[in-house]
């Protein structure tokens, strides 16, 4: 400890941590990075202490909205671009490995269980466009991989997500599927639509602040899961969508996006999604996340 000024405030607050306490090595390689980064930023732009204090009555707001429905933390850290990066982070993508991106709020566990070919869709609407996804789920090697679990997620035509919808049926555009013994998948649900991400409260306070739309690019969400293989939390992404070069939440990735095109006669459907996904094993993974 010491006595400080404005010149050693930083070292003199990074040579305490652990001072009465033990901490892992992590913990404080994540406490000095903090602490440098903090300071630096509050000096860079000379943070006067009612800014200050706007800051910490933002923060107790948000705080307060966080419930089982709604994670203000994530989606703040969503709009600054923060979680798409941790995820880049968590997740180094190697050789032709699928890449990742950002969950999102939206997610519900245990959705219907459909077989292949089946639909999420259980309400049509008018401006509805059909489509039927399929591709195969691959292996580094390039070989299918059988029994891969996909939970796919959308918004519906009228962009909103069922669970916040209360006139579509309970899990409507959400399903399991599962690769056959090739590793193709398929099922059918509907073009996604572009959607503001929620922007009342402490969100909307904070898109407003950097100048921001809340708008998301059309796109479909997966979990793709198999024993033995990295869990893959990806979207895909509408070409042709407006927002794909402007998303909100930053997540867009070059390698995620596809086109959807006219459907053949006899799919049954308006359109037709073409997509493969690469798994990494969980060894493959570790020994990159280790390098
Ligand atoms: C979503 O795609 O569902 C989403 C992602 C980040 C923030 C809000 C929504
Ligand atoms: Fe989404």
Known sequence: ?????????????????????????RDRQIMTGLVKHLHAFVKDVELQHSEFLVACDYLARAGKLCSDNRQEFILLADILGVEVLVDMMTNPVDGD????????PFYRENPPVLPKGGT????????????????????????????????????????????????????????????????????T?????????????????????MGHHPNRPGHMHFIISKDGYRPLISQIYDA?????????????????????????ADMGTDLHFEFDFVLKSKAGAQAVAAE
């Open 1 to 25: 400890m010491g006595i400080v000024n404005k010149d050693n405030i930083t070292d003199v607050v990074i040579e305490s941590l652990g001072q009465h306490g033990e901490i892992s090595a």
């Open 97 to 104: 490995e699928s890449e990742s991106t950002v969950l999102g």
């Open 120 to 187: 999420t869709i259980q309400m049509h609407f008018d401006n509805e466009e059909t489509a039927y996804y399929e591709g195969y789920i691959r292996d580094a090697d390039g070989k299918g991989i059988a029994g891969v679990t996909l939970d796919v997620w959308q918004d519906a035509p009228n962009g909103v997500y069922e669970n916040l919808d209360p006139n579509q049926p309970e899990y409507n555009l959400r399903g399991r599927f599962e690769t056959d013994e090739t590793g193709h998948y398929a099922f």
């Open 189 to 209: 649900a509907v073009r996604p639509v572009p959607y503001p991400i929620p922007e009342d409260e402490t969100a909307g306070e904070l898109l407003r602040f």
């Open 240 to 264: 042709d969508s407006e927002w794909l070069e402007n998303d909100s939440v930053f997540a867009v990735k070059e390698s995620l996006i596809g086109r959807f095109k006219p459907a053949p």
